[in-house]
């Protein structure tokens, strides 16, 4: 029986158009909130994609630094799925005319935290996602099979007999249910992105506030792992609701974390100092916050070209007034990137059937506790690539019951909070579920987004977020509990190995 509908992917950002360019030749419906690829994290992407290219690298070798950032508690599958299928994503990127940086020697490739060797390919130095998302936007456009429909989100699923059978799309900041249009589907693919505008602390977009997430968990789609939050340990330390990110590369080129004296910040608490584990770089530098004090990243005399190799970085701290060739740049640890979200598998089929995930959005137990540098990218490629070609040449089981009889169901988002609320609750998750918790914070968090529930789905996403933090009593990975008497006196340092030790306990 012929599908019903389109493919309807949700969300444009390097996942979501890996997914549609991949469906073809099937009908895709793309719909974006920005008109082309605007306002994702995928864009704002300074760091790179993850793969073993060096003469000295391997598989395995990015296998076990992806499980070693992980905590080991990754899915084995996915993480191989991974790293085996990064040589082929970088060469179909550049196929779709990415210009990744080359020498004459080749790729050139950067070491970046928690890598044993260089492995960080960039297009256009620290631009590399808006690089990679100006290709695949062109290769969208020019696709026949894909239409591209800008400024909406989707804000409701239809369900009949139990499986997805339409999505209703609206224009972005129209009245809930007041302007939308129903699209009858029966795959739909979720690839709206994360969470961390739900953060007072951000290096994250507006737009990645776990709108999708919510609603496919009012759907009844099952989450995974929600507690588990990436706080990049380096973003500018301005007043702003999205910070600007100083990429990991530039201490993978030899920058150094200083504290308020003026010394070295990560000397003695991991093997890899400035290169440790995100978690553990991110926990020092908010302690040394908290203990009254500020940190800054010190990149001058390191012999770089910074035009040429750090245009981003450059641009954002000259707008604040910073010039980084002369002055250490103030930094703070920020909300990055959600490891957990809907539950997977490798081909990115959630609880609920006819629903698909994919990106950040959605959780395999690809990244485990703790992501891997540049390997966000890495997976919208992989997955989305790989759910793409599943869904261009493969109709599920059941779906032809999304065009028959059965019990249909409405199931909406709701309306969001409003501006006052919505500050509220970012400050709330920001000093509860930040890079360290407590079971008193949480516990104070989860009772008062209990009550702003009632007036906006945010609050019931971050109620979601707080109960699954106040759940995992032991300290793992990027989830860090103060009050983990079994951990709580260990070194920051030990890093993965706590975690690990924290993952067979639990």
Not at 79 to 100: F, H, K, N, P, S
Not at 256 to 278: Q, T
Request: charged fraction near 20%; proline fraction near 4%.
């Amino acid at each position: 029986m012929a599908s019903v509908g389109p493919v309807v992917v949700v969300g444009a950002g390097v996942a979501g158009l890996c997914v549609a360019l991949a469906a073809a030749p099937r009908p895709v419906l793309l719909l974006g909130r920005g008109a082309h690829a605007e306002d994702t994290a995928s864009t704002l992407a300074q760091g790179g994609i993850a793969a073993a290219l060096g003469k000295d690298d391997s598989v395995e070798a990015h296998i076990r630094d992806t499980l070693a950032a992980g905590a080991s508690c990754n899915e084995q599958e996915p993480v191989r799925i991974l790293a085996a299928g990064a040589a082929d994503a970088v060469a179909w990127l550049e196929a779709q005319g990415v210009a990744l940086d080359r020498d004459a020697d080749g790729l050139l490739l950067g070491r970046e935290g928690g890598h044993s060797a260089a492995r960080i390919a960039h297009a256009g130095g620290d631009a590399t996602g808006a690089g990679v998302m100006a290709a695949l936007s062109a290769a969208a456009l020019r696709a026949p099979h894909i239409h591209w429909r800008g400024g909406v989100e989707v804000d409701a699923l239809r369900l009949r007999a139990g499986r997805v059978a339409g999505v209703r799309w609206r224009h972005c900041g129209g009245h809930d249910g007041h302007d939308g249009e129903w699209v009858d589907t029966d795959t739909v693919v979720l690839a709206t992105g994360g969470i961390g505008a739900l953060f007072e602390r951000t290096t994250n977009p507006a737009g990645a506030d776990g709108a999708g997430l919510a609603l496919a968990l009012a759907a009844g789609a099952q989450p995974r792992d929600l507690e588990f939050v990436q706080f990049h340990p380096t973003a500018l330390d301005v007043r702003a609701s999205s910070l600007p990110l100083i990429t990991e590369a530039l201490r993978g080129a030899g920058a150094r974390l200083l504290d308020a004296a003026g010394r070295p910040l990560m000397d003695g608490v991991h093997p890899l100092g400035d290169l440790a584990p995100r978690d553990v770089v991110a926990r020092q530098v908010w302690q040394a916050h908290c203990d009254g004090g500020l940190v800054r990243l010190d990149a001058r005399r390191l012999g770089i070209c910074w035009p040429c190799e750090f245009p981003t970085v450059l641009a954002v701290c000259i707008a604040h007034g910073i010039d980084p060739r002369v002055s250490p740049i103030p930094v703070t640890p920020a909300a990055h990137f959600h490891m957990g979200g809907l539950a997977v598998d490798e081909l990115g089929r959630t609880s609920l059937p006819g629903l698909h995930a994919v990106g950040e959005v959605a959780c395999s137990g690809v990244h485990g506790a703790n992501r891997l540098a540049s390997n966000s990218l890495l997976e919208g490629v992989v997955f989305g690539r790989r759910l793409g070609a599943h869904l261009a040449s493969f109709r599920e089981a059941g779906a032809d019951q999304g065009a028959g009889d059965g019990e249909t169901v409405q199931i909406e988002r709701g309306p969001g909070l409003g501006a006052d609320a919505l500050r509220e609750l970012r400050a709330l998750m920001w000093h509860a579920a930040g890079p360290v918790r407590s079971t008193g914070r949480l516990q104070e968090a989860i009772a008062r987004t209990g009550v702003l529930g009632a007036a906006g789905w945010q609050a019931r996403l971050a109620n979601a977020i707080l109960v699954a933090a106040l759940d995992r009593p032991a300290s793992l990975g990027a989830h860090w509990r103060t009050d983990d008497g079994a951990f709580r006196t260990a070194g920051q340092g030990a890093g993965s190995d706590i975690g690990s030790r924290a993952h067979q306990a639990a």
